[in-house]
């Protein structure tokens, strides 16, 4: 792991359909400059920028870092651009923590952020890479197998879904940054929503965000005001066709939280972690991914999202923020869950903040369920 | 820092035209070759470099991991950047010491679409791509900013397409030209830590310095005849500390070179890419790894004790990286 690494400042932008009153440039320098002013530091401040966003197809730049290198103060520093599929944010991250943990540079900006609303995401997901059959699904089209395959495996019944829709929505009502705040939200009211792909209801998925992300990651001896110190940080990748492998359970994953787990002394997550922010863009995501993470055992995860256990007043919290489901600016998501993850033990999570958290997850996943980003973070220096 | 090698590097022979591959089959042969050549099957980590808009889709590095074969899953990351940069992050993951080898790669097949004009997609969408620049446009102002003598670029292209005539990489090109060709390929590189270097390869090149820096996109807001950022990371990489037999620099164009050539301040003695540059063969994404790999050759072969390596990115050179290996140095 290298040397010590902590957050020292986090910034967030308003998640929402459309923000018309800014440009990329402007979106991705709000986050900054609110992570910044978190730190007490300017750009000056920093050695280095890594960036990360999803898919260029998504707003209709090539390889974007290079117009918004001025906006993030990068002129005359290193600069990276990092592209993991949905995973991105969480890898952005990584990568930035990285530099500190290898010992390059003392002071990193990392900076995600996605503005759907320059493109259509469904339509850029769509699209196929030549020789390839396409899909012309979207996102939602190619997970929903993957859930109707969970809820055969572990006999579910199928109301799950709609729990996890309006706990992560109701959680949303106490972030003020989330895109997706119903009031009144209830099971009635997701139940009522459109069937989009079988068995995800329209209140079931994430939204389309314009948003941005941004962390300053700083060395242990220019840690600042309340750090959130990185405990373990792990990627896994396995490929999308290998005909063997489990897009259900992905064995990528439990890999991953294996090696995080072990970083951080974690032995059971579900006693040892105080709240998980985990990327669930559907919301069969969370009892598949409470198998997956190990915080149940196989075919038992949505007994825990049944019992409440992670709802913000339960046992182990999972999406405290409201999560993906509330707010989805996609290259973003990954990074929001990992500083989400950080204000929770910095204890800086405001309305939604679970009391006494000591030690948390982030977590990302992308492509087809292939990718994976973690890191545990801790108010106590490791 | 830990002592970092490259101790493998592979490249396709580069096409001017579509033969038919997928990226990934494309891929495959390349990293096989370092896999053999290094007798690994496994890496501490693996980073590429790739870009969406070549194959005009998303996730284009995805179908990658089918190339590699990444089953047990691997810990592994994507710059969409030229693979140098993929090297770079791979170079600062060997340094936290817990893995010791790295594999990294690049690929692009920019045959596939209109590469000047998907370069325009690059630029600032609000002020810049309106405007239609393409790639050749963007060259022509910034050779205008440097006023070098016509016959001076002509024999840089004439030199740079004579040695990619020796390259059994690069295709065939007439020596006359101003731009680079548009070139398929791929290429990959393992990277090795310490003890593993020395076991993995008879004369490991040791990257003693590696650097890059980014200047503002506006071309407005730079002065074009000059590289303050490859200057800056030639500075930061210690270009300047020792002789340096060889120099493979990302020069798209014959004004490039001369830019870099001064910005990294080389010595006249030093032998500007011999392999022919990528005036010779252009995988975009690649080419830039291509650079780091052939200088590195040169080590592995006992050509050089000392050479530079150097990639870039961005329009007019805008973002600059700059790799100083040496021989013997473990």
């Known amino acids: 792991m290298g040397e010590r690494c902590a957050v020292i400042g986090v910034g967030q932008t308003r998640y929402t359909t459309k923000r018309q009153d800014v440009s990329m440039p402007g979106l991705v320098r709000e986050a900054a400059l609110a992570a910044l002013e978190d730190a007490g530091l300017t750009f000056k401040d920093i050695d280095a920028v890594v960036i990360g966003k999803a898919p260029d197809l ?38 930035g923590a990285s530099l500190i943990q290898a010992g390059v540079h003392e002071r990193v900006l990392v900076v995600a952020y996605e503005k759907q609303s320059e493109s259509n995401a469904t339509w850029a997901l769509s699209t196929h890479l030549p020789f390839n059959a396409s899909l012309v699904v979207g996102a939602g089209g190619y997970f929903a197998p993957h859930i109707r395959e969970y809820i055969r495996r572990s006999g579910a019944p199928e109301h799950i879904g709609t729990l996890v829709a309006v706990k992560d929505r109701l959680n949303a009502l106490k972030n003020p940054y989330a895109h997706l705040r119903i009031p009144g939200i209830n099971r009635q009211m997701v139940e009522s929503t459109p069937m989009l792909w079988e068995p995800i209801r ?93 915080f149940a055992a196989e075919g038992e995860g949505w007994k825990l999202t049944e019992s409440g256990a992670t709802a913000l007043d339960g046992d182990i919290p999972w999406n405290a923020s409201g999560g993906v489901l509330s707010s989805n600016p996609i290259g973003a998501s990954g990074l929001i869950r990992f500083a989400e993850a950080a204000q929770q033990v910095r204890g800086q999570a405001g309305e939604h903040q679970v ?9 990302a996943y992308g492509g087809g369920a292939q990718f994976f980003a973690m890191w545990i973070v801790g108010g106590r220096k490791p | ?22 990226e990934p089959e494309l891929l495959l042969p390349v990293l096989d070759e370092v896999r053999e050549r290094t007798g690994l099957r496994r890496f501490g980590f693996t980073c590429s470099g790739s870009c969406d808009y070549l194959a005009g889709a998303p996730f284009s590095f995805v179908s990658a991991l089918d190339a590699l074969g990444a089953w047990p899953p691997i810990s592994e990351s994507h710059v969409e950047m030229d693979a140098a940069w993929a090297l770079y992050e791979a170079w600062v993951r060997l340094q936290h010491g817990d893995v010791d080898t790295a594999l990294v790669y690049g690929f692009g097949k920019s045959t596939l679409g209109d590469l000047r004009s998907i370069a325009t997609l690059q630029l600032d969408p609000y002020y810049l791509a309106p405007l239609g620049l393409d790639q050749l446009s963007l060259a022509g102002l910034q050779a205008a900013a440097l006023g070098a003598p016509q016959a001076e670029l002509d024999e840089i292209v004439r030199r740079s397409r004579t040695d990619g005539l020796a390259n059994p990489h690069a295709p065939d090109l007439p020596l006359e030209g101003d731009a680079p060709p548009v070139t398929d390929g791929a290429a990959a590189v393992v990277l090795a830590a ?45 270009v300047g500390k020792g002789h340096v037999d060889v120099a493979e620099l ?6 490039e070179e001369l830019i870099l050539r001064r910005a990294l301040d080389l010595p006249p003695e030093t032998v500007v890419n011999p392999s022919g540059g990528p005036l010779a063969a252009n995988p975009v994404m690649a ?32 973002h600059n990286l700059v790799a100083v290996m040496e021989a013997g140095h473990g």
Request: net charge negative; glycine share 12%; aromatic share 6%.
């Open chain 2, 194 to 238: 310490g003890e593993a270097a020395r076991e993995l390869c008879a004369r490991p090149a040791y990257l003693t310095g590696l650097a890059h820096r980014i200047e503002p996109h506006y071309l407005g807001m730079r002065d074009l005849a000059r590289s303050a950022s490859a200057a800056d990371a030639a500075r930061a990489a210690g």
């Open chain 1, 202 to 294: 329209y209140l079931e998925t994430c939204p389309s965000s314009d948003g941005a992300c941004a962390m300053v990651l700083a060395a242990e001896t220019k840690v600042t005001g309340t750090p959130a110190w990185v405990h373990g940080a792990a990627m896994r990748s396995e490929p999308i066709f290998r005909a063997g492998r489990d897009t259900v359970n992905p064995q990528g994953g439990k890999d991953c939280a294996a090696d995080v787990y072990a970083q951080a002394g974690v032995s059971d997550p579900r006693r040892d972690l105080d709240v998980a922010e985990v990327y669930v863009p559907f919301s069969w995501y969370e009892p598949m991914w409470l198998e997956n993470l190990g």
């Open chain 2, 250 to 255: 990302h020069a798209c164009f014959a004004h």
């Open chain 2, 287 to 318: 080419t830039g790894l291509i650079r780091l790999g052939e200088a590195a050759r040169r080590i592995h072969d006992g050509d050089a004790t000392r050479v530079v390596g150097h990639a870039a990115g961005g329009p007019c050179l805008q």
């Open chain 1, 355 to 363: 009391d006494g958290a000591r030690l948390a997850l982030g977590h």
């Open chain 2, 1 to 22: 820092m830990r002592e970092v090698a490259i101790v493998a590097f592979a490249q396709t022979r580069h096409t001017l035209t579509d033969t038919g591959l997928s």
């Open chain 1, 58 to 95: 998504f707003e209709g730049v090539m390889m974007p870092e290079a117009f918004l290198a001025d906006a993030l103060g990068a002129a005359g520093k290193p600069m990276m651009r990092v592209h993991t599929a949905g995973s991105v944010g969480g890898s952005t991250a990584l990568v």
